[in-house]
């Protein structure tokens, strides 16, 4: 929870601070002081900020440095105990439970949630297992989430990154009455009551794994979506976006995983990269240019998710590909930047990183048909190819 507060209270201060200091500056020059105190003030205050800047720098690569360690070291513990390793994907939510005895995993593509505990090897040990596959249900059902890369919520002091639960809206129990905290405990015990959980080795063999399944409601992506839709609306509004576009997007970017994370370290709903993609559009949004890196646990946070994510697709829109004279050329051009990079795109029409050439090269064809085809034929990663698909294709879905 420190280093929460702390990553936080490193962009809310840095925001605070330039406000302060502008206020600052405008009394002193209310004042009446002279051309040269003002720029000498003016001086001074960007020296402290630069200065404030530096060490939160430091600091959060001192704790970034600490978090990889502290990962690590859960992960071998992880795999002592189970015999294997599983964490979140853009598509999939995992967490893990008190000293990594318990664990669930969300796949938000097949809508189905799995759970299973570590339970003592024993002929006798199935009513233990079954009390503990309980308690994971009722946890996960009413989990909102943690930002932590280890995926544990053994800590009490960890804060939830949501305001209600992941699965809100999502779960329905035998008689079709949606699940929440007043009947989760109910439905815990009707999961597990009709449904034989299965069991099989795990780790070092002193332990044995137990898992059951059971499925989220048929429209789940669209009862996950509705929240987040507002938002959607509010930053195409601001950066002049499709809605259906930025929808089609968080579709295919992560399924409408508010707790997404890569292997790459993208984070959230628009899979932004703290130190890429995250900080570019923050430098944009805050006209701070010295930012760096966007904490991941404000990532987590789907407004500013959304809004940083919008952002970045209005910099690849008007920065990158803004001399693109037919904007439908533009807007593929700028789907297949948001994934793969610009750099990506301009490989594709000229083989190598220059969006100058590539640019003549695009208003030489001005037909959004064939600069569609030319990109899902020639993009030089597979993965980049498939996304514009994608989001073209679902793209129709929110129209």
């Known amino acids: 929870m420190r280093m929460r507060m702390l990553s936080l209270l490193w962009i809310m201060t840095t925001i605070m601070l330039s406000v302060q200091y502008g206020a600052r500056a405008q009394d002193k020059a209310g004042e009446g002081s002279s051309q040269h105190d003002f720029e000498a003030y003016r001086a001074q205050q960007r020296a402290e900020l630069a200065t404030f800047r530096t060490q939160s720098q ?14 690590k070291a859960f992960r071998k513990e992880v795999m002592r105990q189970w015999g294997d390793y599983v964490g979140s994907t853009p598509a999939t939510w995992v967490e893990y439970g008190k000293a990594e005895k318990t664990r669930s995993i969300v796949d938000f593509k097949k809508g189905i949630v799995t759970v299973q505990v570590l339970v003592r090897k024993g002929a006798a040990m199935l009513p233990v297992a079954k009390k503990q596959l309980e308690a994971a249900v009722e946890k996960i059902v009413a989990s909102r ?8 919520s053994a800590d009490a002091s960890v804060e939830p990154v949501l305001p209600q639960p992941v699965l809100t809206n999502q779960v329905v129990d035998a008689s079709g009455v949606t699940v929440t905290a007043n009947n989760a405990t109910s439905f815990a015990q009707q ?15 002193t332990e044995e794994k137990y898992t059951l399944s059971f499925p989220l409601v048929p429209d789940h992506l669209a009862r ?7 938002l959607v609306k509010k930053y195409c509004a601001t950066y002049d976006l499709k809605t259906s576009q930025v929808l089609a997007m968080i579709h295919t970017e992560s399924y409408f ?8 370290n993208a984070i959230g709903l628009m899979q ?9 559009a923050y430098q944009f949004v ?23 994510g919008c952002a970045y697709l209005y910099l690849l829109k008007t920065r990158d590909f803004g001399d693109v004279t037919n904007k439908d050329c533009g807007m593929y051009c ?7 990079g610009p750099a990506c795109v301009a490989y594709a029409f000229t083989g190598d990183s220059k969006l100058p050439r590539a640019i003549r090269s695009i208003n030489s064809m001005n037909d959004a048909d064939k600069v569609y085809l030319f990109l899902v034929r020639n993009l030089p990663s597979a993965e980049t190819r498939q996304y514009l698909e994608n989001v073209v294709q679902r793209t129709r879905l929110y129209e």
């Open 145 to 152: 989430g943690t930002a932590s890369p280890a995926p544990a």
């Open 286 to 308: 805050t006209n701070d240019a010295s930012f760096s890196v966007v904490p991941r646990e404000s990532l987590f946070d789907p407004e500013t998710n959304i809004r940083l």
């Open 191 to 205: 999961v597990v009551g009709e449904t034989e959980p299965e069991k099989a080795a795990a780790g070092d063999g």
């Open 224 to 230: 996950r979506m509705a929240p987040f839709v507002p």
């Open 58 to 71: 430091s600091e959060f690569e001192t704790w970034q440095a600490n978090d990889e360690k502290q990962f």
């Open 257 to 264: 995983n508010p707790m997404a994370a890569s292997s790459s």
């Open 334 to 340: 700028s789907i297949a930047g948001y994934n793969g």
């Open 272 to 280: 932004l990269v703290p130190q890429k993609g995250a900080a570019e």
